[in-house]
């Protein structure tokens, strides 16, 4: 049970507040805000309470998504319930930020309004609320130089064309009624892979947890046919013979998946209502199918005049024709250090030096597969120890592999029915 | 944000909303509405302009309407008489063909919430109980629970309530668990809605028409039934197995929850169902949102407490992510000190040692302590990679490290030689309090190892004059009365300055009292005091962390899926931080892990005394207690009036806000008849916060 929603921005406005009980005061949003910023760390904890007023908050797009309830209510559907609604908002507003949901908000009462009654979740459904809610979505999209380099030399199509930009599924799902906007549909696969390798090059900790995303601007889509590799399996009792099988240890499933053809065509069946919606969601831990697709050779010393050297190795071991891009590594380095300087191997590279985190940033935007880039980091740090070499390290290393999965998983066709009208184009998004 | 002008805003709104202009066109009148509710979420007070928001909610545009109704149902309670004119439209708009218009003004009455308006609102609530379209059903249905609610003096009549029995079984799955909550609230007296067998079987034939929400709600009211024989219970069982694996976390922990209700005396088939959902918890750990990661972390280790081994082999997915929040790493560094077993240790501390630098103080803190958790079984490995955090010569790290060596040290004295071995050096980098004391408390209780021990209490008992911490000097006098009793020639000298300054020139009376004490206990001799200081140095039985016995299922289960366990965390980093003596907020638990948040080596008995009354104040047992709560003394149990001997237990303690250590006091008020009174007055000084449970321990 609810007894209040709110939305606030980070810096504590009120953007949306509804109260759906009358029982407690009005001061809770003041309440909240004050616990907030009371505490140090990077988030408060979960769940408050102040004088039997309980606050569960989550965040999403930079915003508190705050409802006050009792102490016996379900944290799991409180929680579950709030990152429905901002992500319904999204689907509504386009975007999630706070511009979004300031210039949005009457939509946004309506949505709480018909999604909750006197504390009670009603739906959620996007199906079911897109014959309820009236108002249409305000949307602000920044000018940006990326959609003119979509045109090419007297509007021909160029070949960058065929390449949509991560922006293009951020509109409101419902504006394709009226503006007479595009029949799209989007699916994405998005793995998040969390690979931990010991200092001395062995692999301690493998994790990918992926998913399949549906994002449906199709105002009546009947049925959607997507189909995976054929040698998809779960578990791992089903490996068969020694192919390039594809294996995950866990799957589920969306609700609304019919599984009749999976089990022998590896085809899921589904009806995509409006909005975003995660079709499939799959685990694999310990054993990937691949390598790591980074591999990291570190020399970590002190030089004579009491600095600390670092050269550092990163090579790529994907597949030539692929490139992993907007990779960052991040080395801690000893408290106090000082100034740093750098040489790097290309120009486009950058690294520098944030106290406040006490790491070093190496960024590199694009890195080929099999390429191999070094760099070497000196740095002033006063009262250098050698206990404080003991303060180097982990380093940590995130990237975006564009086209590829760690696990195999692809993507074989889609097919809609009934057939759309006109001509249908692919596209391949950039995350 | 009221912004200046707030005033002017509500003026010109209002010319432009009563401007037959801007009425007769529909977007610009929409629009001024727009700007009303805009200001409106800002906090402006806009109840001014009620009147001409009333006019504005005649309007076939329904999106108008809707926003009329959230100006309306927020200033109604300020305007009750000019609200009455909005019923008249709202009555209206409920004989509307469209469904969508009907449930709204049905909603919005009610919503109200003005208790003047409820005989205008039963007739339209009562023909929506039978409206053929589901949307206004569901809303008619609630909407009863809210009348009921406005005015729960009165009774809803009887007839309603069949009503809503009945409408259990409507076709709409949601009206159907919209008349269980409603029937909730409305019979909240009698205990809510009755379940009986044909109502349980009813819900759990229509559970899988439900949607999630839904769901979860019949699982929970469900809780209440009551099986009547074993193969009813095992054919509800079966048929919520494919919910307890469900993908959806709120529908597996809804399911869990009537499982362990349901199973109340059978804890076999209860430990079964935890197996079972290890899975999707797992699984919800790993989900992308980080509050939900969260929630399933903090309900793991509710599991953990009945089945130890449960996650055993799956402490990979425990390990912290590069990019976690803070909270989100404590929790997992709990779990993982829970999971350590022979083939792990090695991994598990690798790992953890990779947290004791992390960027977040608390982080850090947090794997040092968890690290000396470890200890308690692996004592060698975990004193390796304490002492060589030393070498780092940071002041958050070297205070978290001498504390949880003197926590490792109180539970397992074989760690006393490396733990001496690794104290030289470190007081130049520790600065806080906590970690002070507890360097002051070891070298107080091991000074004949550390060789540097006179040296370093020397430097705090020059700088004695300069220090701001109770706790320290309190700890001070204790470290260098103890080291006394085995250093005598070295220490004799300091030990008359440290006394000499705390009694002459002290201004907080307890550290005062304390150094009178010492002083007095010297003049009765060395045996005597060495009798009242030299205390345990150790207390292995406070347990070794592998053996603890799993306890049951029955502990921990009303609690499971409710905001208990996340918030339990919070309370105890809420007091460490503050500092302040807030034991208001600790809940005694039963499962208290007493290790864990009571550290006995700061509660001592650093004095016991007996106090005489030569007279005996004639008065009433009640009349003394209420004297004493004038002077801030509590009282904490007493026996029974009129018994002999009548025992009192009474306490008090330091309320400094700033403080990060507290003083308590108890006494024991001794009655015994013909005999002068007797009070036995022990004192110790405690962390804040676990204070009220020392007593407990004391006594």
């Known amino acids: ?431 | 944000m009221p912004y200046l002008g707030g005033e002017e805003t509500v003026r010109e709104l209002r010319r432009a909303l009563s401007n037959p202009n801007v009425q007769s066109d529909q977007l610009r009148y929409r629009n001024t509405i727009l700007k009303v509710i805009r200001a409106m979420s800002q906090g402006v007070d806009m109840s001014g302009l009620f009147s001409e928001m009333v006019k504005a909610c005649a309007t076939v545009d329904v999106v108008q309407k809707k926003l009329v109704y959230v100006f309306l149902c927020s200033y109604a309670a300020l305007n009750p008489e000019l609200s009455l004119l909005v019923i008249n439209t709202l009555r209206k708009d409920c004989q509307d063909p469209n469904p969508m218009v009907r449930s709204l003004a049905l909603r919005n009455m009610t919503n109200l919430r003005l208790p003047s308006l409820v005989e205008y609102v039963e007739q339209p609530l009562a023909a929506g109980l039978r409206d053929r379209a589901a949307c206004v059903r569901r809303v008619a249905v609630l909407g009863w629970a809210k009348l009921h609610n406005l005015q729960a003096s009165s009774e809803i009549d009887a007839a309603v309530v069949n009503e809503l029995y009945s409408l259990l079984r409507d076709p709409d799955p949601v009206v159907m668990v919209n008349c269980l909550r409603a029937l909730e609230e409305i019979l909240k007296d009698e205990g809510g809605v009755a379940i009986n067998k044909p109502i349980t079987h009813h819900l759990l034939n229509r559970l899988k028409e439900c949607d999630i929400w839904g769901q979860c709600q019949v699982l929970r009211v469900l809780q209440r039934y009551r099986p009547q024989s074993e193969d009813e219970l095992f054919d509800i069982l079966s048929l919520l197995d494919a919910s307890l694996v469900s993908p959806h976390p709120p529908i597996m922990a809804a399911t869990l929850s009537l499982f362990l209700s349901l199973c109340s005396g059978q804890p076999a088939v209860s430990l079964a169902a935890l197996e079972r959902v290890r899975g999707p918890l797992l699984a919800a750990c790993g989900s992308g949102s980080r509050e939900m990661r969260f929630t399933a972390l903090c309900h793991i280790q509710l599991l953990l407490r009945s089945i130890p081994g449960l996650m055993g082999a799956h402490y990979k997915r425990f390990f912290c992510g590069y990019a976690e929040p803070a909270y989100i790493k404590q929790r997992k560094m709990q779990v993982l000190v829970e999971l350590v077993n022979d083939e792990n240790v090695a991994m598990l501390l690798d790992e953890l040692k990779g947290y004791c630098t992390d960027v977040n103080a608390e982080t850090a803190q947090a794997a040092i302590t968890a690290i000396g958790r470890i200890g308690r079984s692996y004592s060698d490995r975990c004193l390796e990679i304490l002492t060589g955090l030393l070498g780092l010569k940071q002041d958050h790290i070297t205070s978290a490290v001498v504390q949880t060596m003197r926590d490792l040290v109180w539970v397992c004295p074989q760690c006393s030689d490396t733990v001496c071995f690794a104290l030289e050096g470190c007081e130049e980098t520790l600065q806080d309090s906590q970690g002070r004391q507890a360097l002051l408390w070891l070298l107080g209780v091991y000074g004949e190892r550390v060789s540097s021990a006179p040296y370093t209490l020397e430097v705090f008992i020059d700088g004695v004059r300069s220090e701001a911490s109770l706790g320290v000097k309190m700890e001070l006098l204790t470290a260098t009365m103890r080291l006394f009793l085995c250093r005598p020639a070295e220490t004799q000298d300091m030990l008359g300055r440290l006394l000499h300054y705390c009694i002459e020139e002290e201004t907080d009376m307890c550290v005062r009292d304390q150094a009178l004490l010492y002083y007095r206990l010297l003049h009765c001799g060395i045996e005597e005091t060495r009798k009242v200081l030299q205390g345990r140095r150790s207390d292995p039985s406070l347990g070794v962390l592998i053996g603890r016995p799993a306890e049951p299922v029955s502990q921990w289960a009303r609690s499971f899926n409710t905001l208990e366990p996340l918030r339990q965390g919070s309370i105890e980093t809420e007091s460490v931080s503050r500092g302040s003596p807030e034991h208001t907020m600790f809940d005694p638990k039963p499962n208290a892990d007493l290790s864990n948040t009571l550290d006995c080596s700061r509660i001592e008995k650093v004095h016991s005394e007996c106090v005489r009354c030569p007279t005996i104040p004639r008065c009433s047992p009640q009349s003394l207690q209420a004297a004493m709560q004038l002077v801030n003394i509590q009282t904490l149990a007493f026996t029974p009036p009129q018994t002999l001997p009548w025992r009192v237990y009474l306490y008090t303690h330091t309320c400094l806000d700033d403080a990060p250590h507290s003083t308590l006091i108890l006494g024991e008020l001794l009655y015994t008849g013909e005999e002068p009174q007797k009070a036995e007055v022990h004192k110790g000084s405690a962390d804040g916060g676990v204070g009220a449970e020392g007593i407990e321990d004391d006594m």
Not at chain 1, 46 to 64: D, I, T
Not at chain 1, 86 to 114: P, R, T, W
């Open chain 1, 1 to 431: 049970m609810i007894s209040q929603i709110f939305i606030l921005s980070s810096k504590g406005d009120h953007l949306i507040y509804k109260d759906f009980r009358g029982e407690s005061g009005g001061d809770a949003v003041g309440v909240f805000y004050e616990k907030v910023t009371a505490l140090t760390g990077d988030q408060p904890p979960v769940v408050m309470s102040h004088k039997g007023l309980h606050f569960v908050h989550v965040r999403q797009g930079g915003l508190y998504w705050v409802a006050t309830t009792t102490a016996d209510s379900s944290p799991f559907t409180i929680i579950e319930f709030l990152n429905r609604l901002s992500a319904l908002v999204k689907d509504y507003c386009g975007s999630l930020s706070e511009k979004s949901v300031q210039m949005n908000f009457a939509l946004i009462y309506e949505l709480l309004d018909e999604a909750v009654d006197y504390g009670y979740i009603q739906t959620t459904s996007s199906d079911v609320l897109k014959n309820f809610i009236q108002t249409e979505a305000v949307s602000s999209r920044p000018f940006s130089l990326f959609d003119l380099s979509n045109v090419g030399l007297f509007g021909a199509e160029t070949q960058q064309s065929k390449v949509a930009p991560s922006s293009a599924a951020t509109r409101p799902i419902q504006s394709s009624r009226e503006q007479g906007g595009k029949s799209e549909i989007f699916v994405d696969v998005i793995e998040r892979m969390s690979v931990v390798i010991g200092s001395n090059g062995m692999l301690m900790k493998a994790d990918v947890e992926g998913e399949i995303r549906v994002k449906c601007y199709l105002p009546n889509c009947s049925e959607m046919r997507i189909g995976l590799n054929e040698e998809f399996s779960i578990g791992k009792s089903q490996l068969r013979g020694y192919g390039a099988a594809v294996r995950v240890d866990e799957v589920s499933f969306h609700q609304m998946v019919r599984l009749d053809e999976f089990d022998s065509h590896r085809i899921l069946r589904l009806c995509p209502s409006q909005g975003e919606q995660m079709v499939m969601q799959y685990q694999l831990s310990d054993d990937l199918p691949s390598a790591p697709p980074f591999r990291l050779f570190p020399t970590i010393e002190r030089d004579s005049g009491g600095r600390l050297l670092m050269y550092l190795k990163l090579r790529c071991d994907l597949p030539p024709k692929s490139a992993a891009i907007n990779v960052a590594a991040t080395i801690p380095v000893p408290k106090g250090s000082l100034s740093l300087s750098q040489e790097l191997s290309s120009p486009d590279q950058s690294a520098e030096l944030k106290p406040q985190s006490r790491a070093v940033v190496w960024k590199i935007p694009r890195f080929t597969g099999g390429m191999q880039l070094s760099a070497l980091f000196k740095l002033e740090v006063p009262g250098l120890s050698s206990a404080s070499l003991l303060e180097v390290g982990p380093v940590g290393l995130s990237f975006e592999l564009p086209k590829l999965t760690a696990t195999g998983l692809q993507i074989r066709f889609l097919r809609l029915s009934p057939v759309q009208p006109g001509p249908s184009q692919r596209w391949v998004r950039v995350p």
